[in-house]
């Protein structure tokens, strides 16, 4: 065998070919190790996730076993009247239409949820040049307890609040309610179909 190298000559067994053969051995062996642990990195990094789709489920025993629902009336703190009634009303209707979980009876139900309107107030927002109030906002808080049918153990208790905001001028209180009122259904149904 003869190379050429440089305009010049070498034979094959010389010192240089000896050397070209052995980095040729040394980076096919690298490229083998390198190969071999790239392969095992993958399938460290990845044997995990794709394991973990087997193992964890959208659906866990607490919710799988929850398909009915009952509304207690949900009662007030404050002394705004039938802001309490209203809201029991847009829960039960927000259900439905979620779909999630049939609204029944306490003793059919397989949760109940409970609320307590806790807080109300109604604020000026902001001012015109005039300084006369431009907007108002109500603010509202309620205490929701969900929990299981029969054994009434408490599967979540959280406090929601919720503004809402209405032009002085050409709206009135009960738009404010309802803004925030609406705010506060979402946040409840939420909490209590899609959070588990």
């Known amino acids: 065998m003869v190379l050429i190298l440089s305009g010049g000559l ?3 067994g010389s010192w240089f070919e000896a050397a070209i053969i052995r980095n040729f051995r040394t980076m096919r062996l690298f ?4 190969k071999y642990h790239a392969v095992r990195i ?14 964890y489920s959208f659906s866990p025993g607490g919710k799988s076993s929850i398909k009915t629902v009952s509304v207690s009336q949900f009662e007030n703190k404050t002394i705004e009247a039938g802001l309490a009634d209203r809201m ?18 306490e ?21 015109d040049e005039a300084d006369n109030v431009s907007q108002y906002v109500v603010k509202i808080t309620f205490d ?6 029969g054994s009434y153990e408490e599967l ?5 609040y919720s503004e809402g905001i ?9 738009d404010g309610q309802k803004r925030a009122a609406d705010k506060l259904v979402i946040d409840i149904i939420n909490r209590t179909t899609k959070s588990w």
Not at 31 to 34: G, K, T
Not at 88 to 104: H, P, Q, R, S
Not at 144 to 149: C, I, S
Request: proline share 1%; net charge negative.
């Open 10 to 12: 070498l034979r094959k």
């Open 31 to 34: 490229n083998m190790y390198m």
């Open 42 to 55: 993958l399938l460290a990094v990845f044997l995990p996730v794709l394991s973990g789709c087997g193992v």
């Open 88 to 105: 029991t009303d847009l829960v039960v209707d927000a259900f439905i239409a979620d779909g999630n979980m049939k609204v029944v009876s």
């Open 107 to 127: 003793s059919d139900a397989d949760a109940i949820l409970s609320g307590l309107m806790t807080g109300y107030q109604r604020e000026a927002l902001t001012y």
């Open 144 to 149: 929701v307890t969900f929990q299981k049918g």
């Open 156 to 160: 979540w208790h959280e406090v929601f």
């Open 166 to 174: 209405y032009a002085a001028d050409t709206e009135t209180e009960d």
